[in-house]
């Protein structure tokens, strides 16, 4: 799932809080497995050749940089004061996908002006979201290299996995720093994201933008939900 379109925190974060990890160990423990699920999918669409080496090198240090400076804020603000707007960007950008809006249309340049100082503030805002709260990151990704750089969403999956693994890298660092991965969970978790994200990558590639919609659109509802009960009092997740 994660590797189609983001989202697989939903699932693997309150799994690790139900097995009983403290919520910083739960959420650093998740970005310890969470990479090789990254890399293991980056390396399929690689093989399709939907990464794009320009972008890439724009988008891995300034979405590192960004996460950094992300969580550091978080250290002196309340993520939770996002929420009300997440929500609402939720929506819109499920509205968006549903309708197709975000495909290329004929007769749209391929490639816009400017594509660098796109890519570099697409990778230093959702770089810092990542690391300052951190929902729907992947699906916000997507939905702004397909809207803003006309890119076909199994390009733009592509590349916004890319993006992620560094904000998730940068999140890691962090994490485990302080401590707070537990690598005897992690390491076997790992393995078995090397498969999903390869496996769901190869999916992507081969079923295209028809799946990539569907499982966008999932993953944004279970998102929205989950903000809902969050804001409700009753949290799933930290």
Same mark, same amino acid.
């Given at each position: 799932m994660d590797a189609i379109a983001g989202g697989g925190g939903l699932i693997t974060v309150p799994i690790l809080l139900v097995a009983g990890l403290p919520p910083h160990a739960a959420l650093g423990t998740n970005k310890g497995q969470s990479v090789f699920g990254s890399a293991a999918a980056i390396f399929r669409y690689r093989m399709a050749g939907l990464v794009d080496g320009k972008t890439a090198r724009i988008s891995i240090p300034v979405g590192f940089a960004g996460s950094v400076a992300g969580a550091a804020l978080a250290l002196v603000l309340r993520p939770e004061v996002l929420r009300p707007v997440v929500l609402v960007l939720l929506v819109i950008v499920a509205a968006l996908i549903a309708s197709g809006r975000l495909r290329p249309r004929e007769g749209e340049p391929s490639t816009p002006a400017h594509v660098g100082a796109i890519v570099a503030a697409i990778a230093l805002v959702f770089g810092a979201y990542d690391g300052f709260f951190g929902p729907g990151v992947g699906t916000f990704i997507i939905a702004a290299f397909a809207g803003l750089l006309h890119r076909p969403l199994a390009r733009a999956t592509a590349d916004a996995k890319v993006l992620n693994f560094a904000s998730n890298f940068a999140a890691l660092v962090m994490f485990a720093s302080r401590g707070a991965v537990l690598w005897a969970v992690a390491l076997p978790m790992a393995a078995t994201q090397i498969l999903?994200?390869?496996?769901?990558?190869?999916?992507?590639?081969?079923? +295209?933008? +028809?799946?990539?919609?569907?499982?966008?659109?999932?993953?944004v509802a279970a998102l929205a939900l989950w903000l809902l009960k969050d804001m409700s009092g009753a949290r799933w997740m930290p």
């Amino acid at each position: 799932m994660d590797a189609i379109a983001g989202g697989g925190g939903l699932i693997t974060v309150p799994i690790l809080l139900v097995a009983g990890l403290p919520p910083h160990a739960a959420l650093g423990t998740n970005k310890g497995q969470s990479v090789f699920g990254s890399a293991a999918a980056i390396f399929r669409y690689r093989m399709a050749g939907l990464v794009d080496g320009k972008t890439a090198r724009i988008s891995i240090p300034v979405g590192f940089a960004g996460s950094v400076a992300g969580a550091a804020l978080a250290l002196v603000l309340r993520p939770e004061v996002l929420r009300p707007v997440v929500l609402v960007l939720l929506v819109i950008v499920a509205a968006l996908i549903a309708s197709g809006r975000l495909r290329p249309r004929e007769g749209e340049p391929s490639t816009p002006a400017h594509v660098g100082a796109i890519v570099a503030a697409i990778a230093l805002v959702f770089g810092a979201y990542d690391g300052f709260f951190g929902p729907g990151v992947g699906t916000f990704i997507i939905a702004a290299f397909a809207g803003l750089l006309h890119r076909p969403l199994a390009r733009a999956t592509a590349d916004a996995k890319v993006l992620n693994f560094a904000s998730n890298f940068a999140a890691l660092v962090m994490f485990a720093s302080r401590g707070a991965v537990l690598w005897a969970v992690a390491l076997p978790m790992a393995a078995t994201q090397i498969l999903g994200g390869f496996f769901g990558a190869h999916l992507a590639v081969r079923r +295209g933008e +028809g799946l990539i919609r569907a499982v966008v659109l999932v993953v944004v509802a279970a998102l929205a939900l989950w903000l809902l009960k969050d804001m409700s009092g009753a949290r799933w997740m930290p």
